[in-house]
């Protein structure tokens, strides 16, 4: 994982993406993102106002399993730094017994 440092966050991502270049159509179809497309051109124009490439559907996007948001720690709260997961899949819990299910052979 590469991380990022911007203002005493810090950002974590893997260090390849394990679903890199994918389509537009293909994370809409596949990933069910339906207003992809919009939303990002819409979270660009608002953040960075003064980009002037906007993405369209002939683009590709790398896909990443999670992404790591480390805050540094609130004194008024603990002394260590939080730790956000965001994921593109549920969380997978381990079982109560700690053991996987069994698989056939």
């Known amino acids: 994982m590469v991380p ?3 203002q005493d ?3 974590v991502l893997a260090k390849t993406p394990p679903h890199p270049q994918q389509s537009v159509q293909h ?3 596949i990933h069910g993102t339906i207003n992809f497309l919009p939303a990002f051109k819409s ?3 608002k953040h960075f106002p003064h980009n002037r490439i906007m993405p369209s559907y002939q683009d590709h996007f ?3 399993r999670q992404l790591v948001i480390i805050l540094p720690p609130d ?3 603990s ?3 939080k730790c956000l997961w965001v994921r593109a899949t549920p969380e997978v819990l381990p079982s109560p ?3 996987k299910p069994g698989s056939p052979a």
Do not use: A
Request: no cysteine.
């Open 43 to 45: 979270f660009l124009q």
């Open 4 to 6: 990022v440092v911007s």
């Open 9 to 11: 966050i810090v950002l």
């Open 79 to 81: 002394e260590s730094p």
């Open 27 to 29: 994370l809409e179809t």
């Open 75 to 77: 004194p008024r709260v």
């Open 62 to 64: 790398d896909v990443f």
């Open 97 to 99: 017994s700690g053991q």
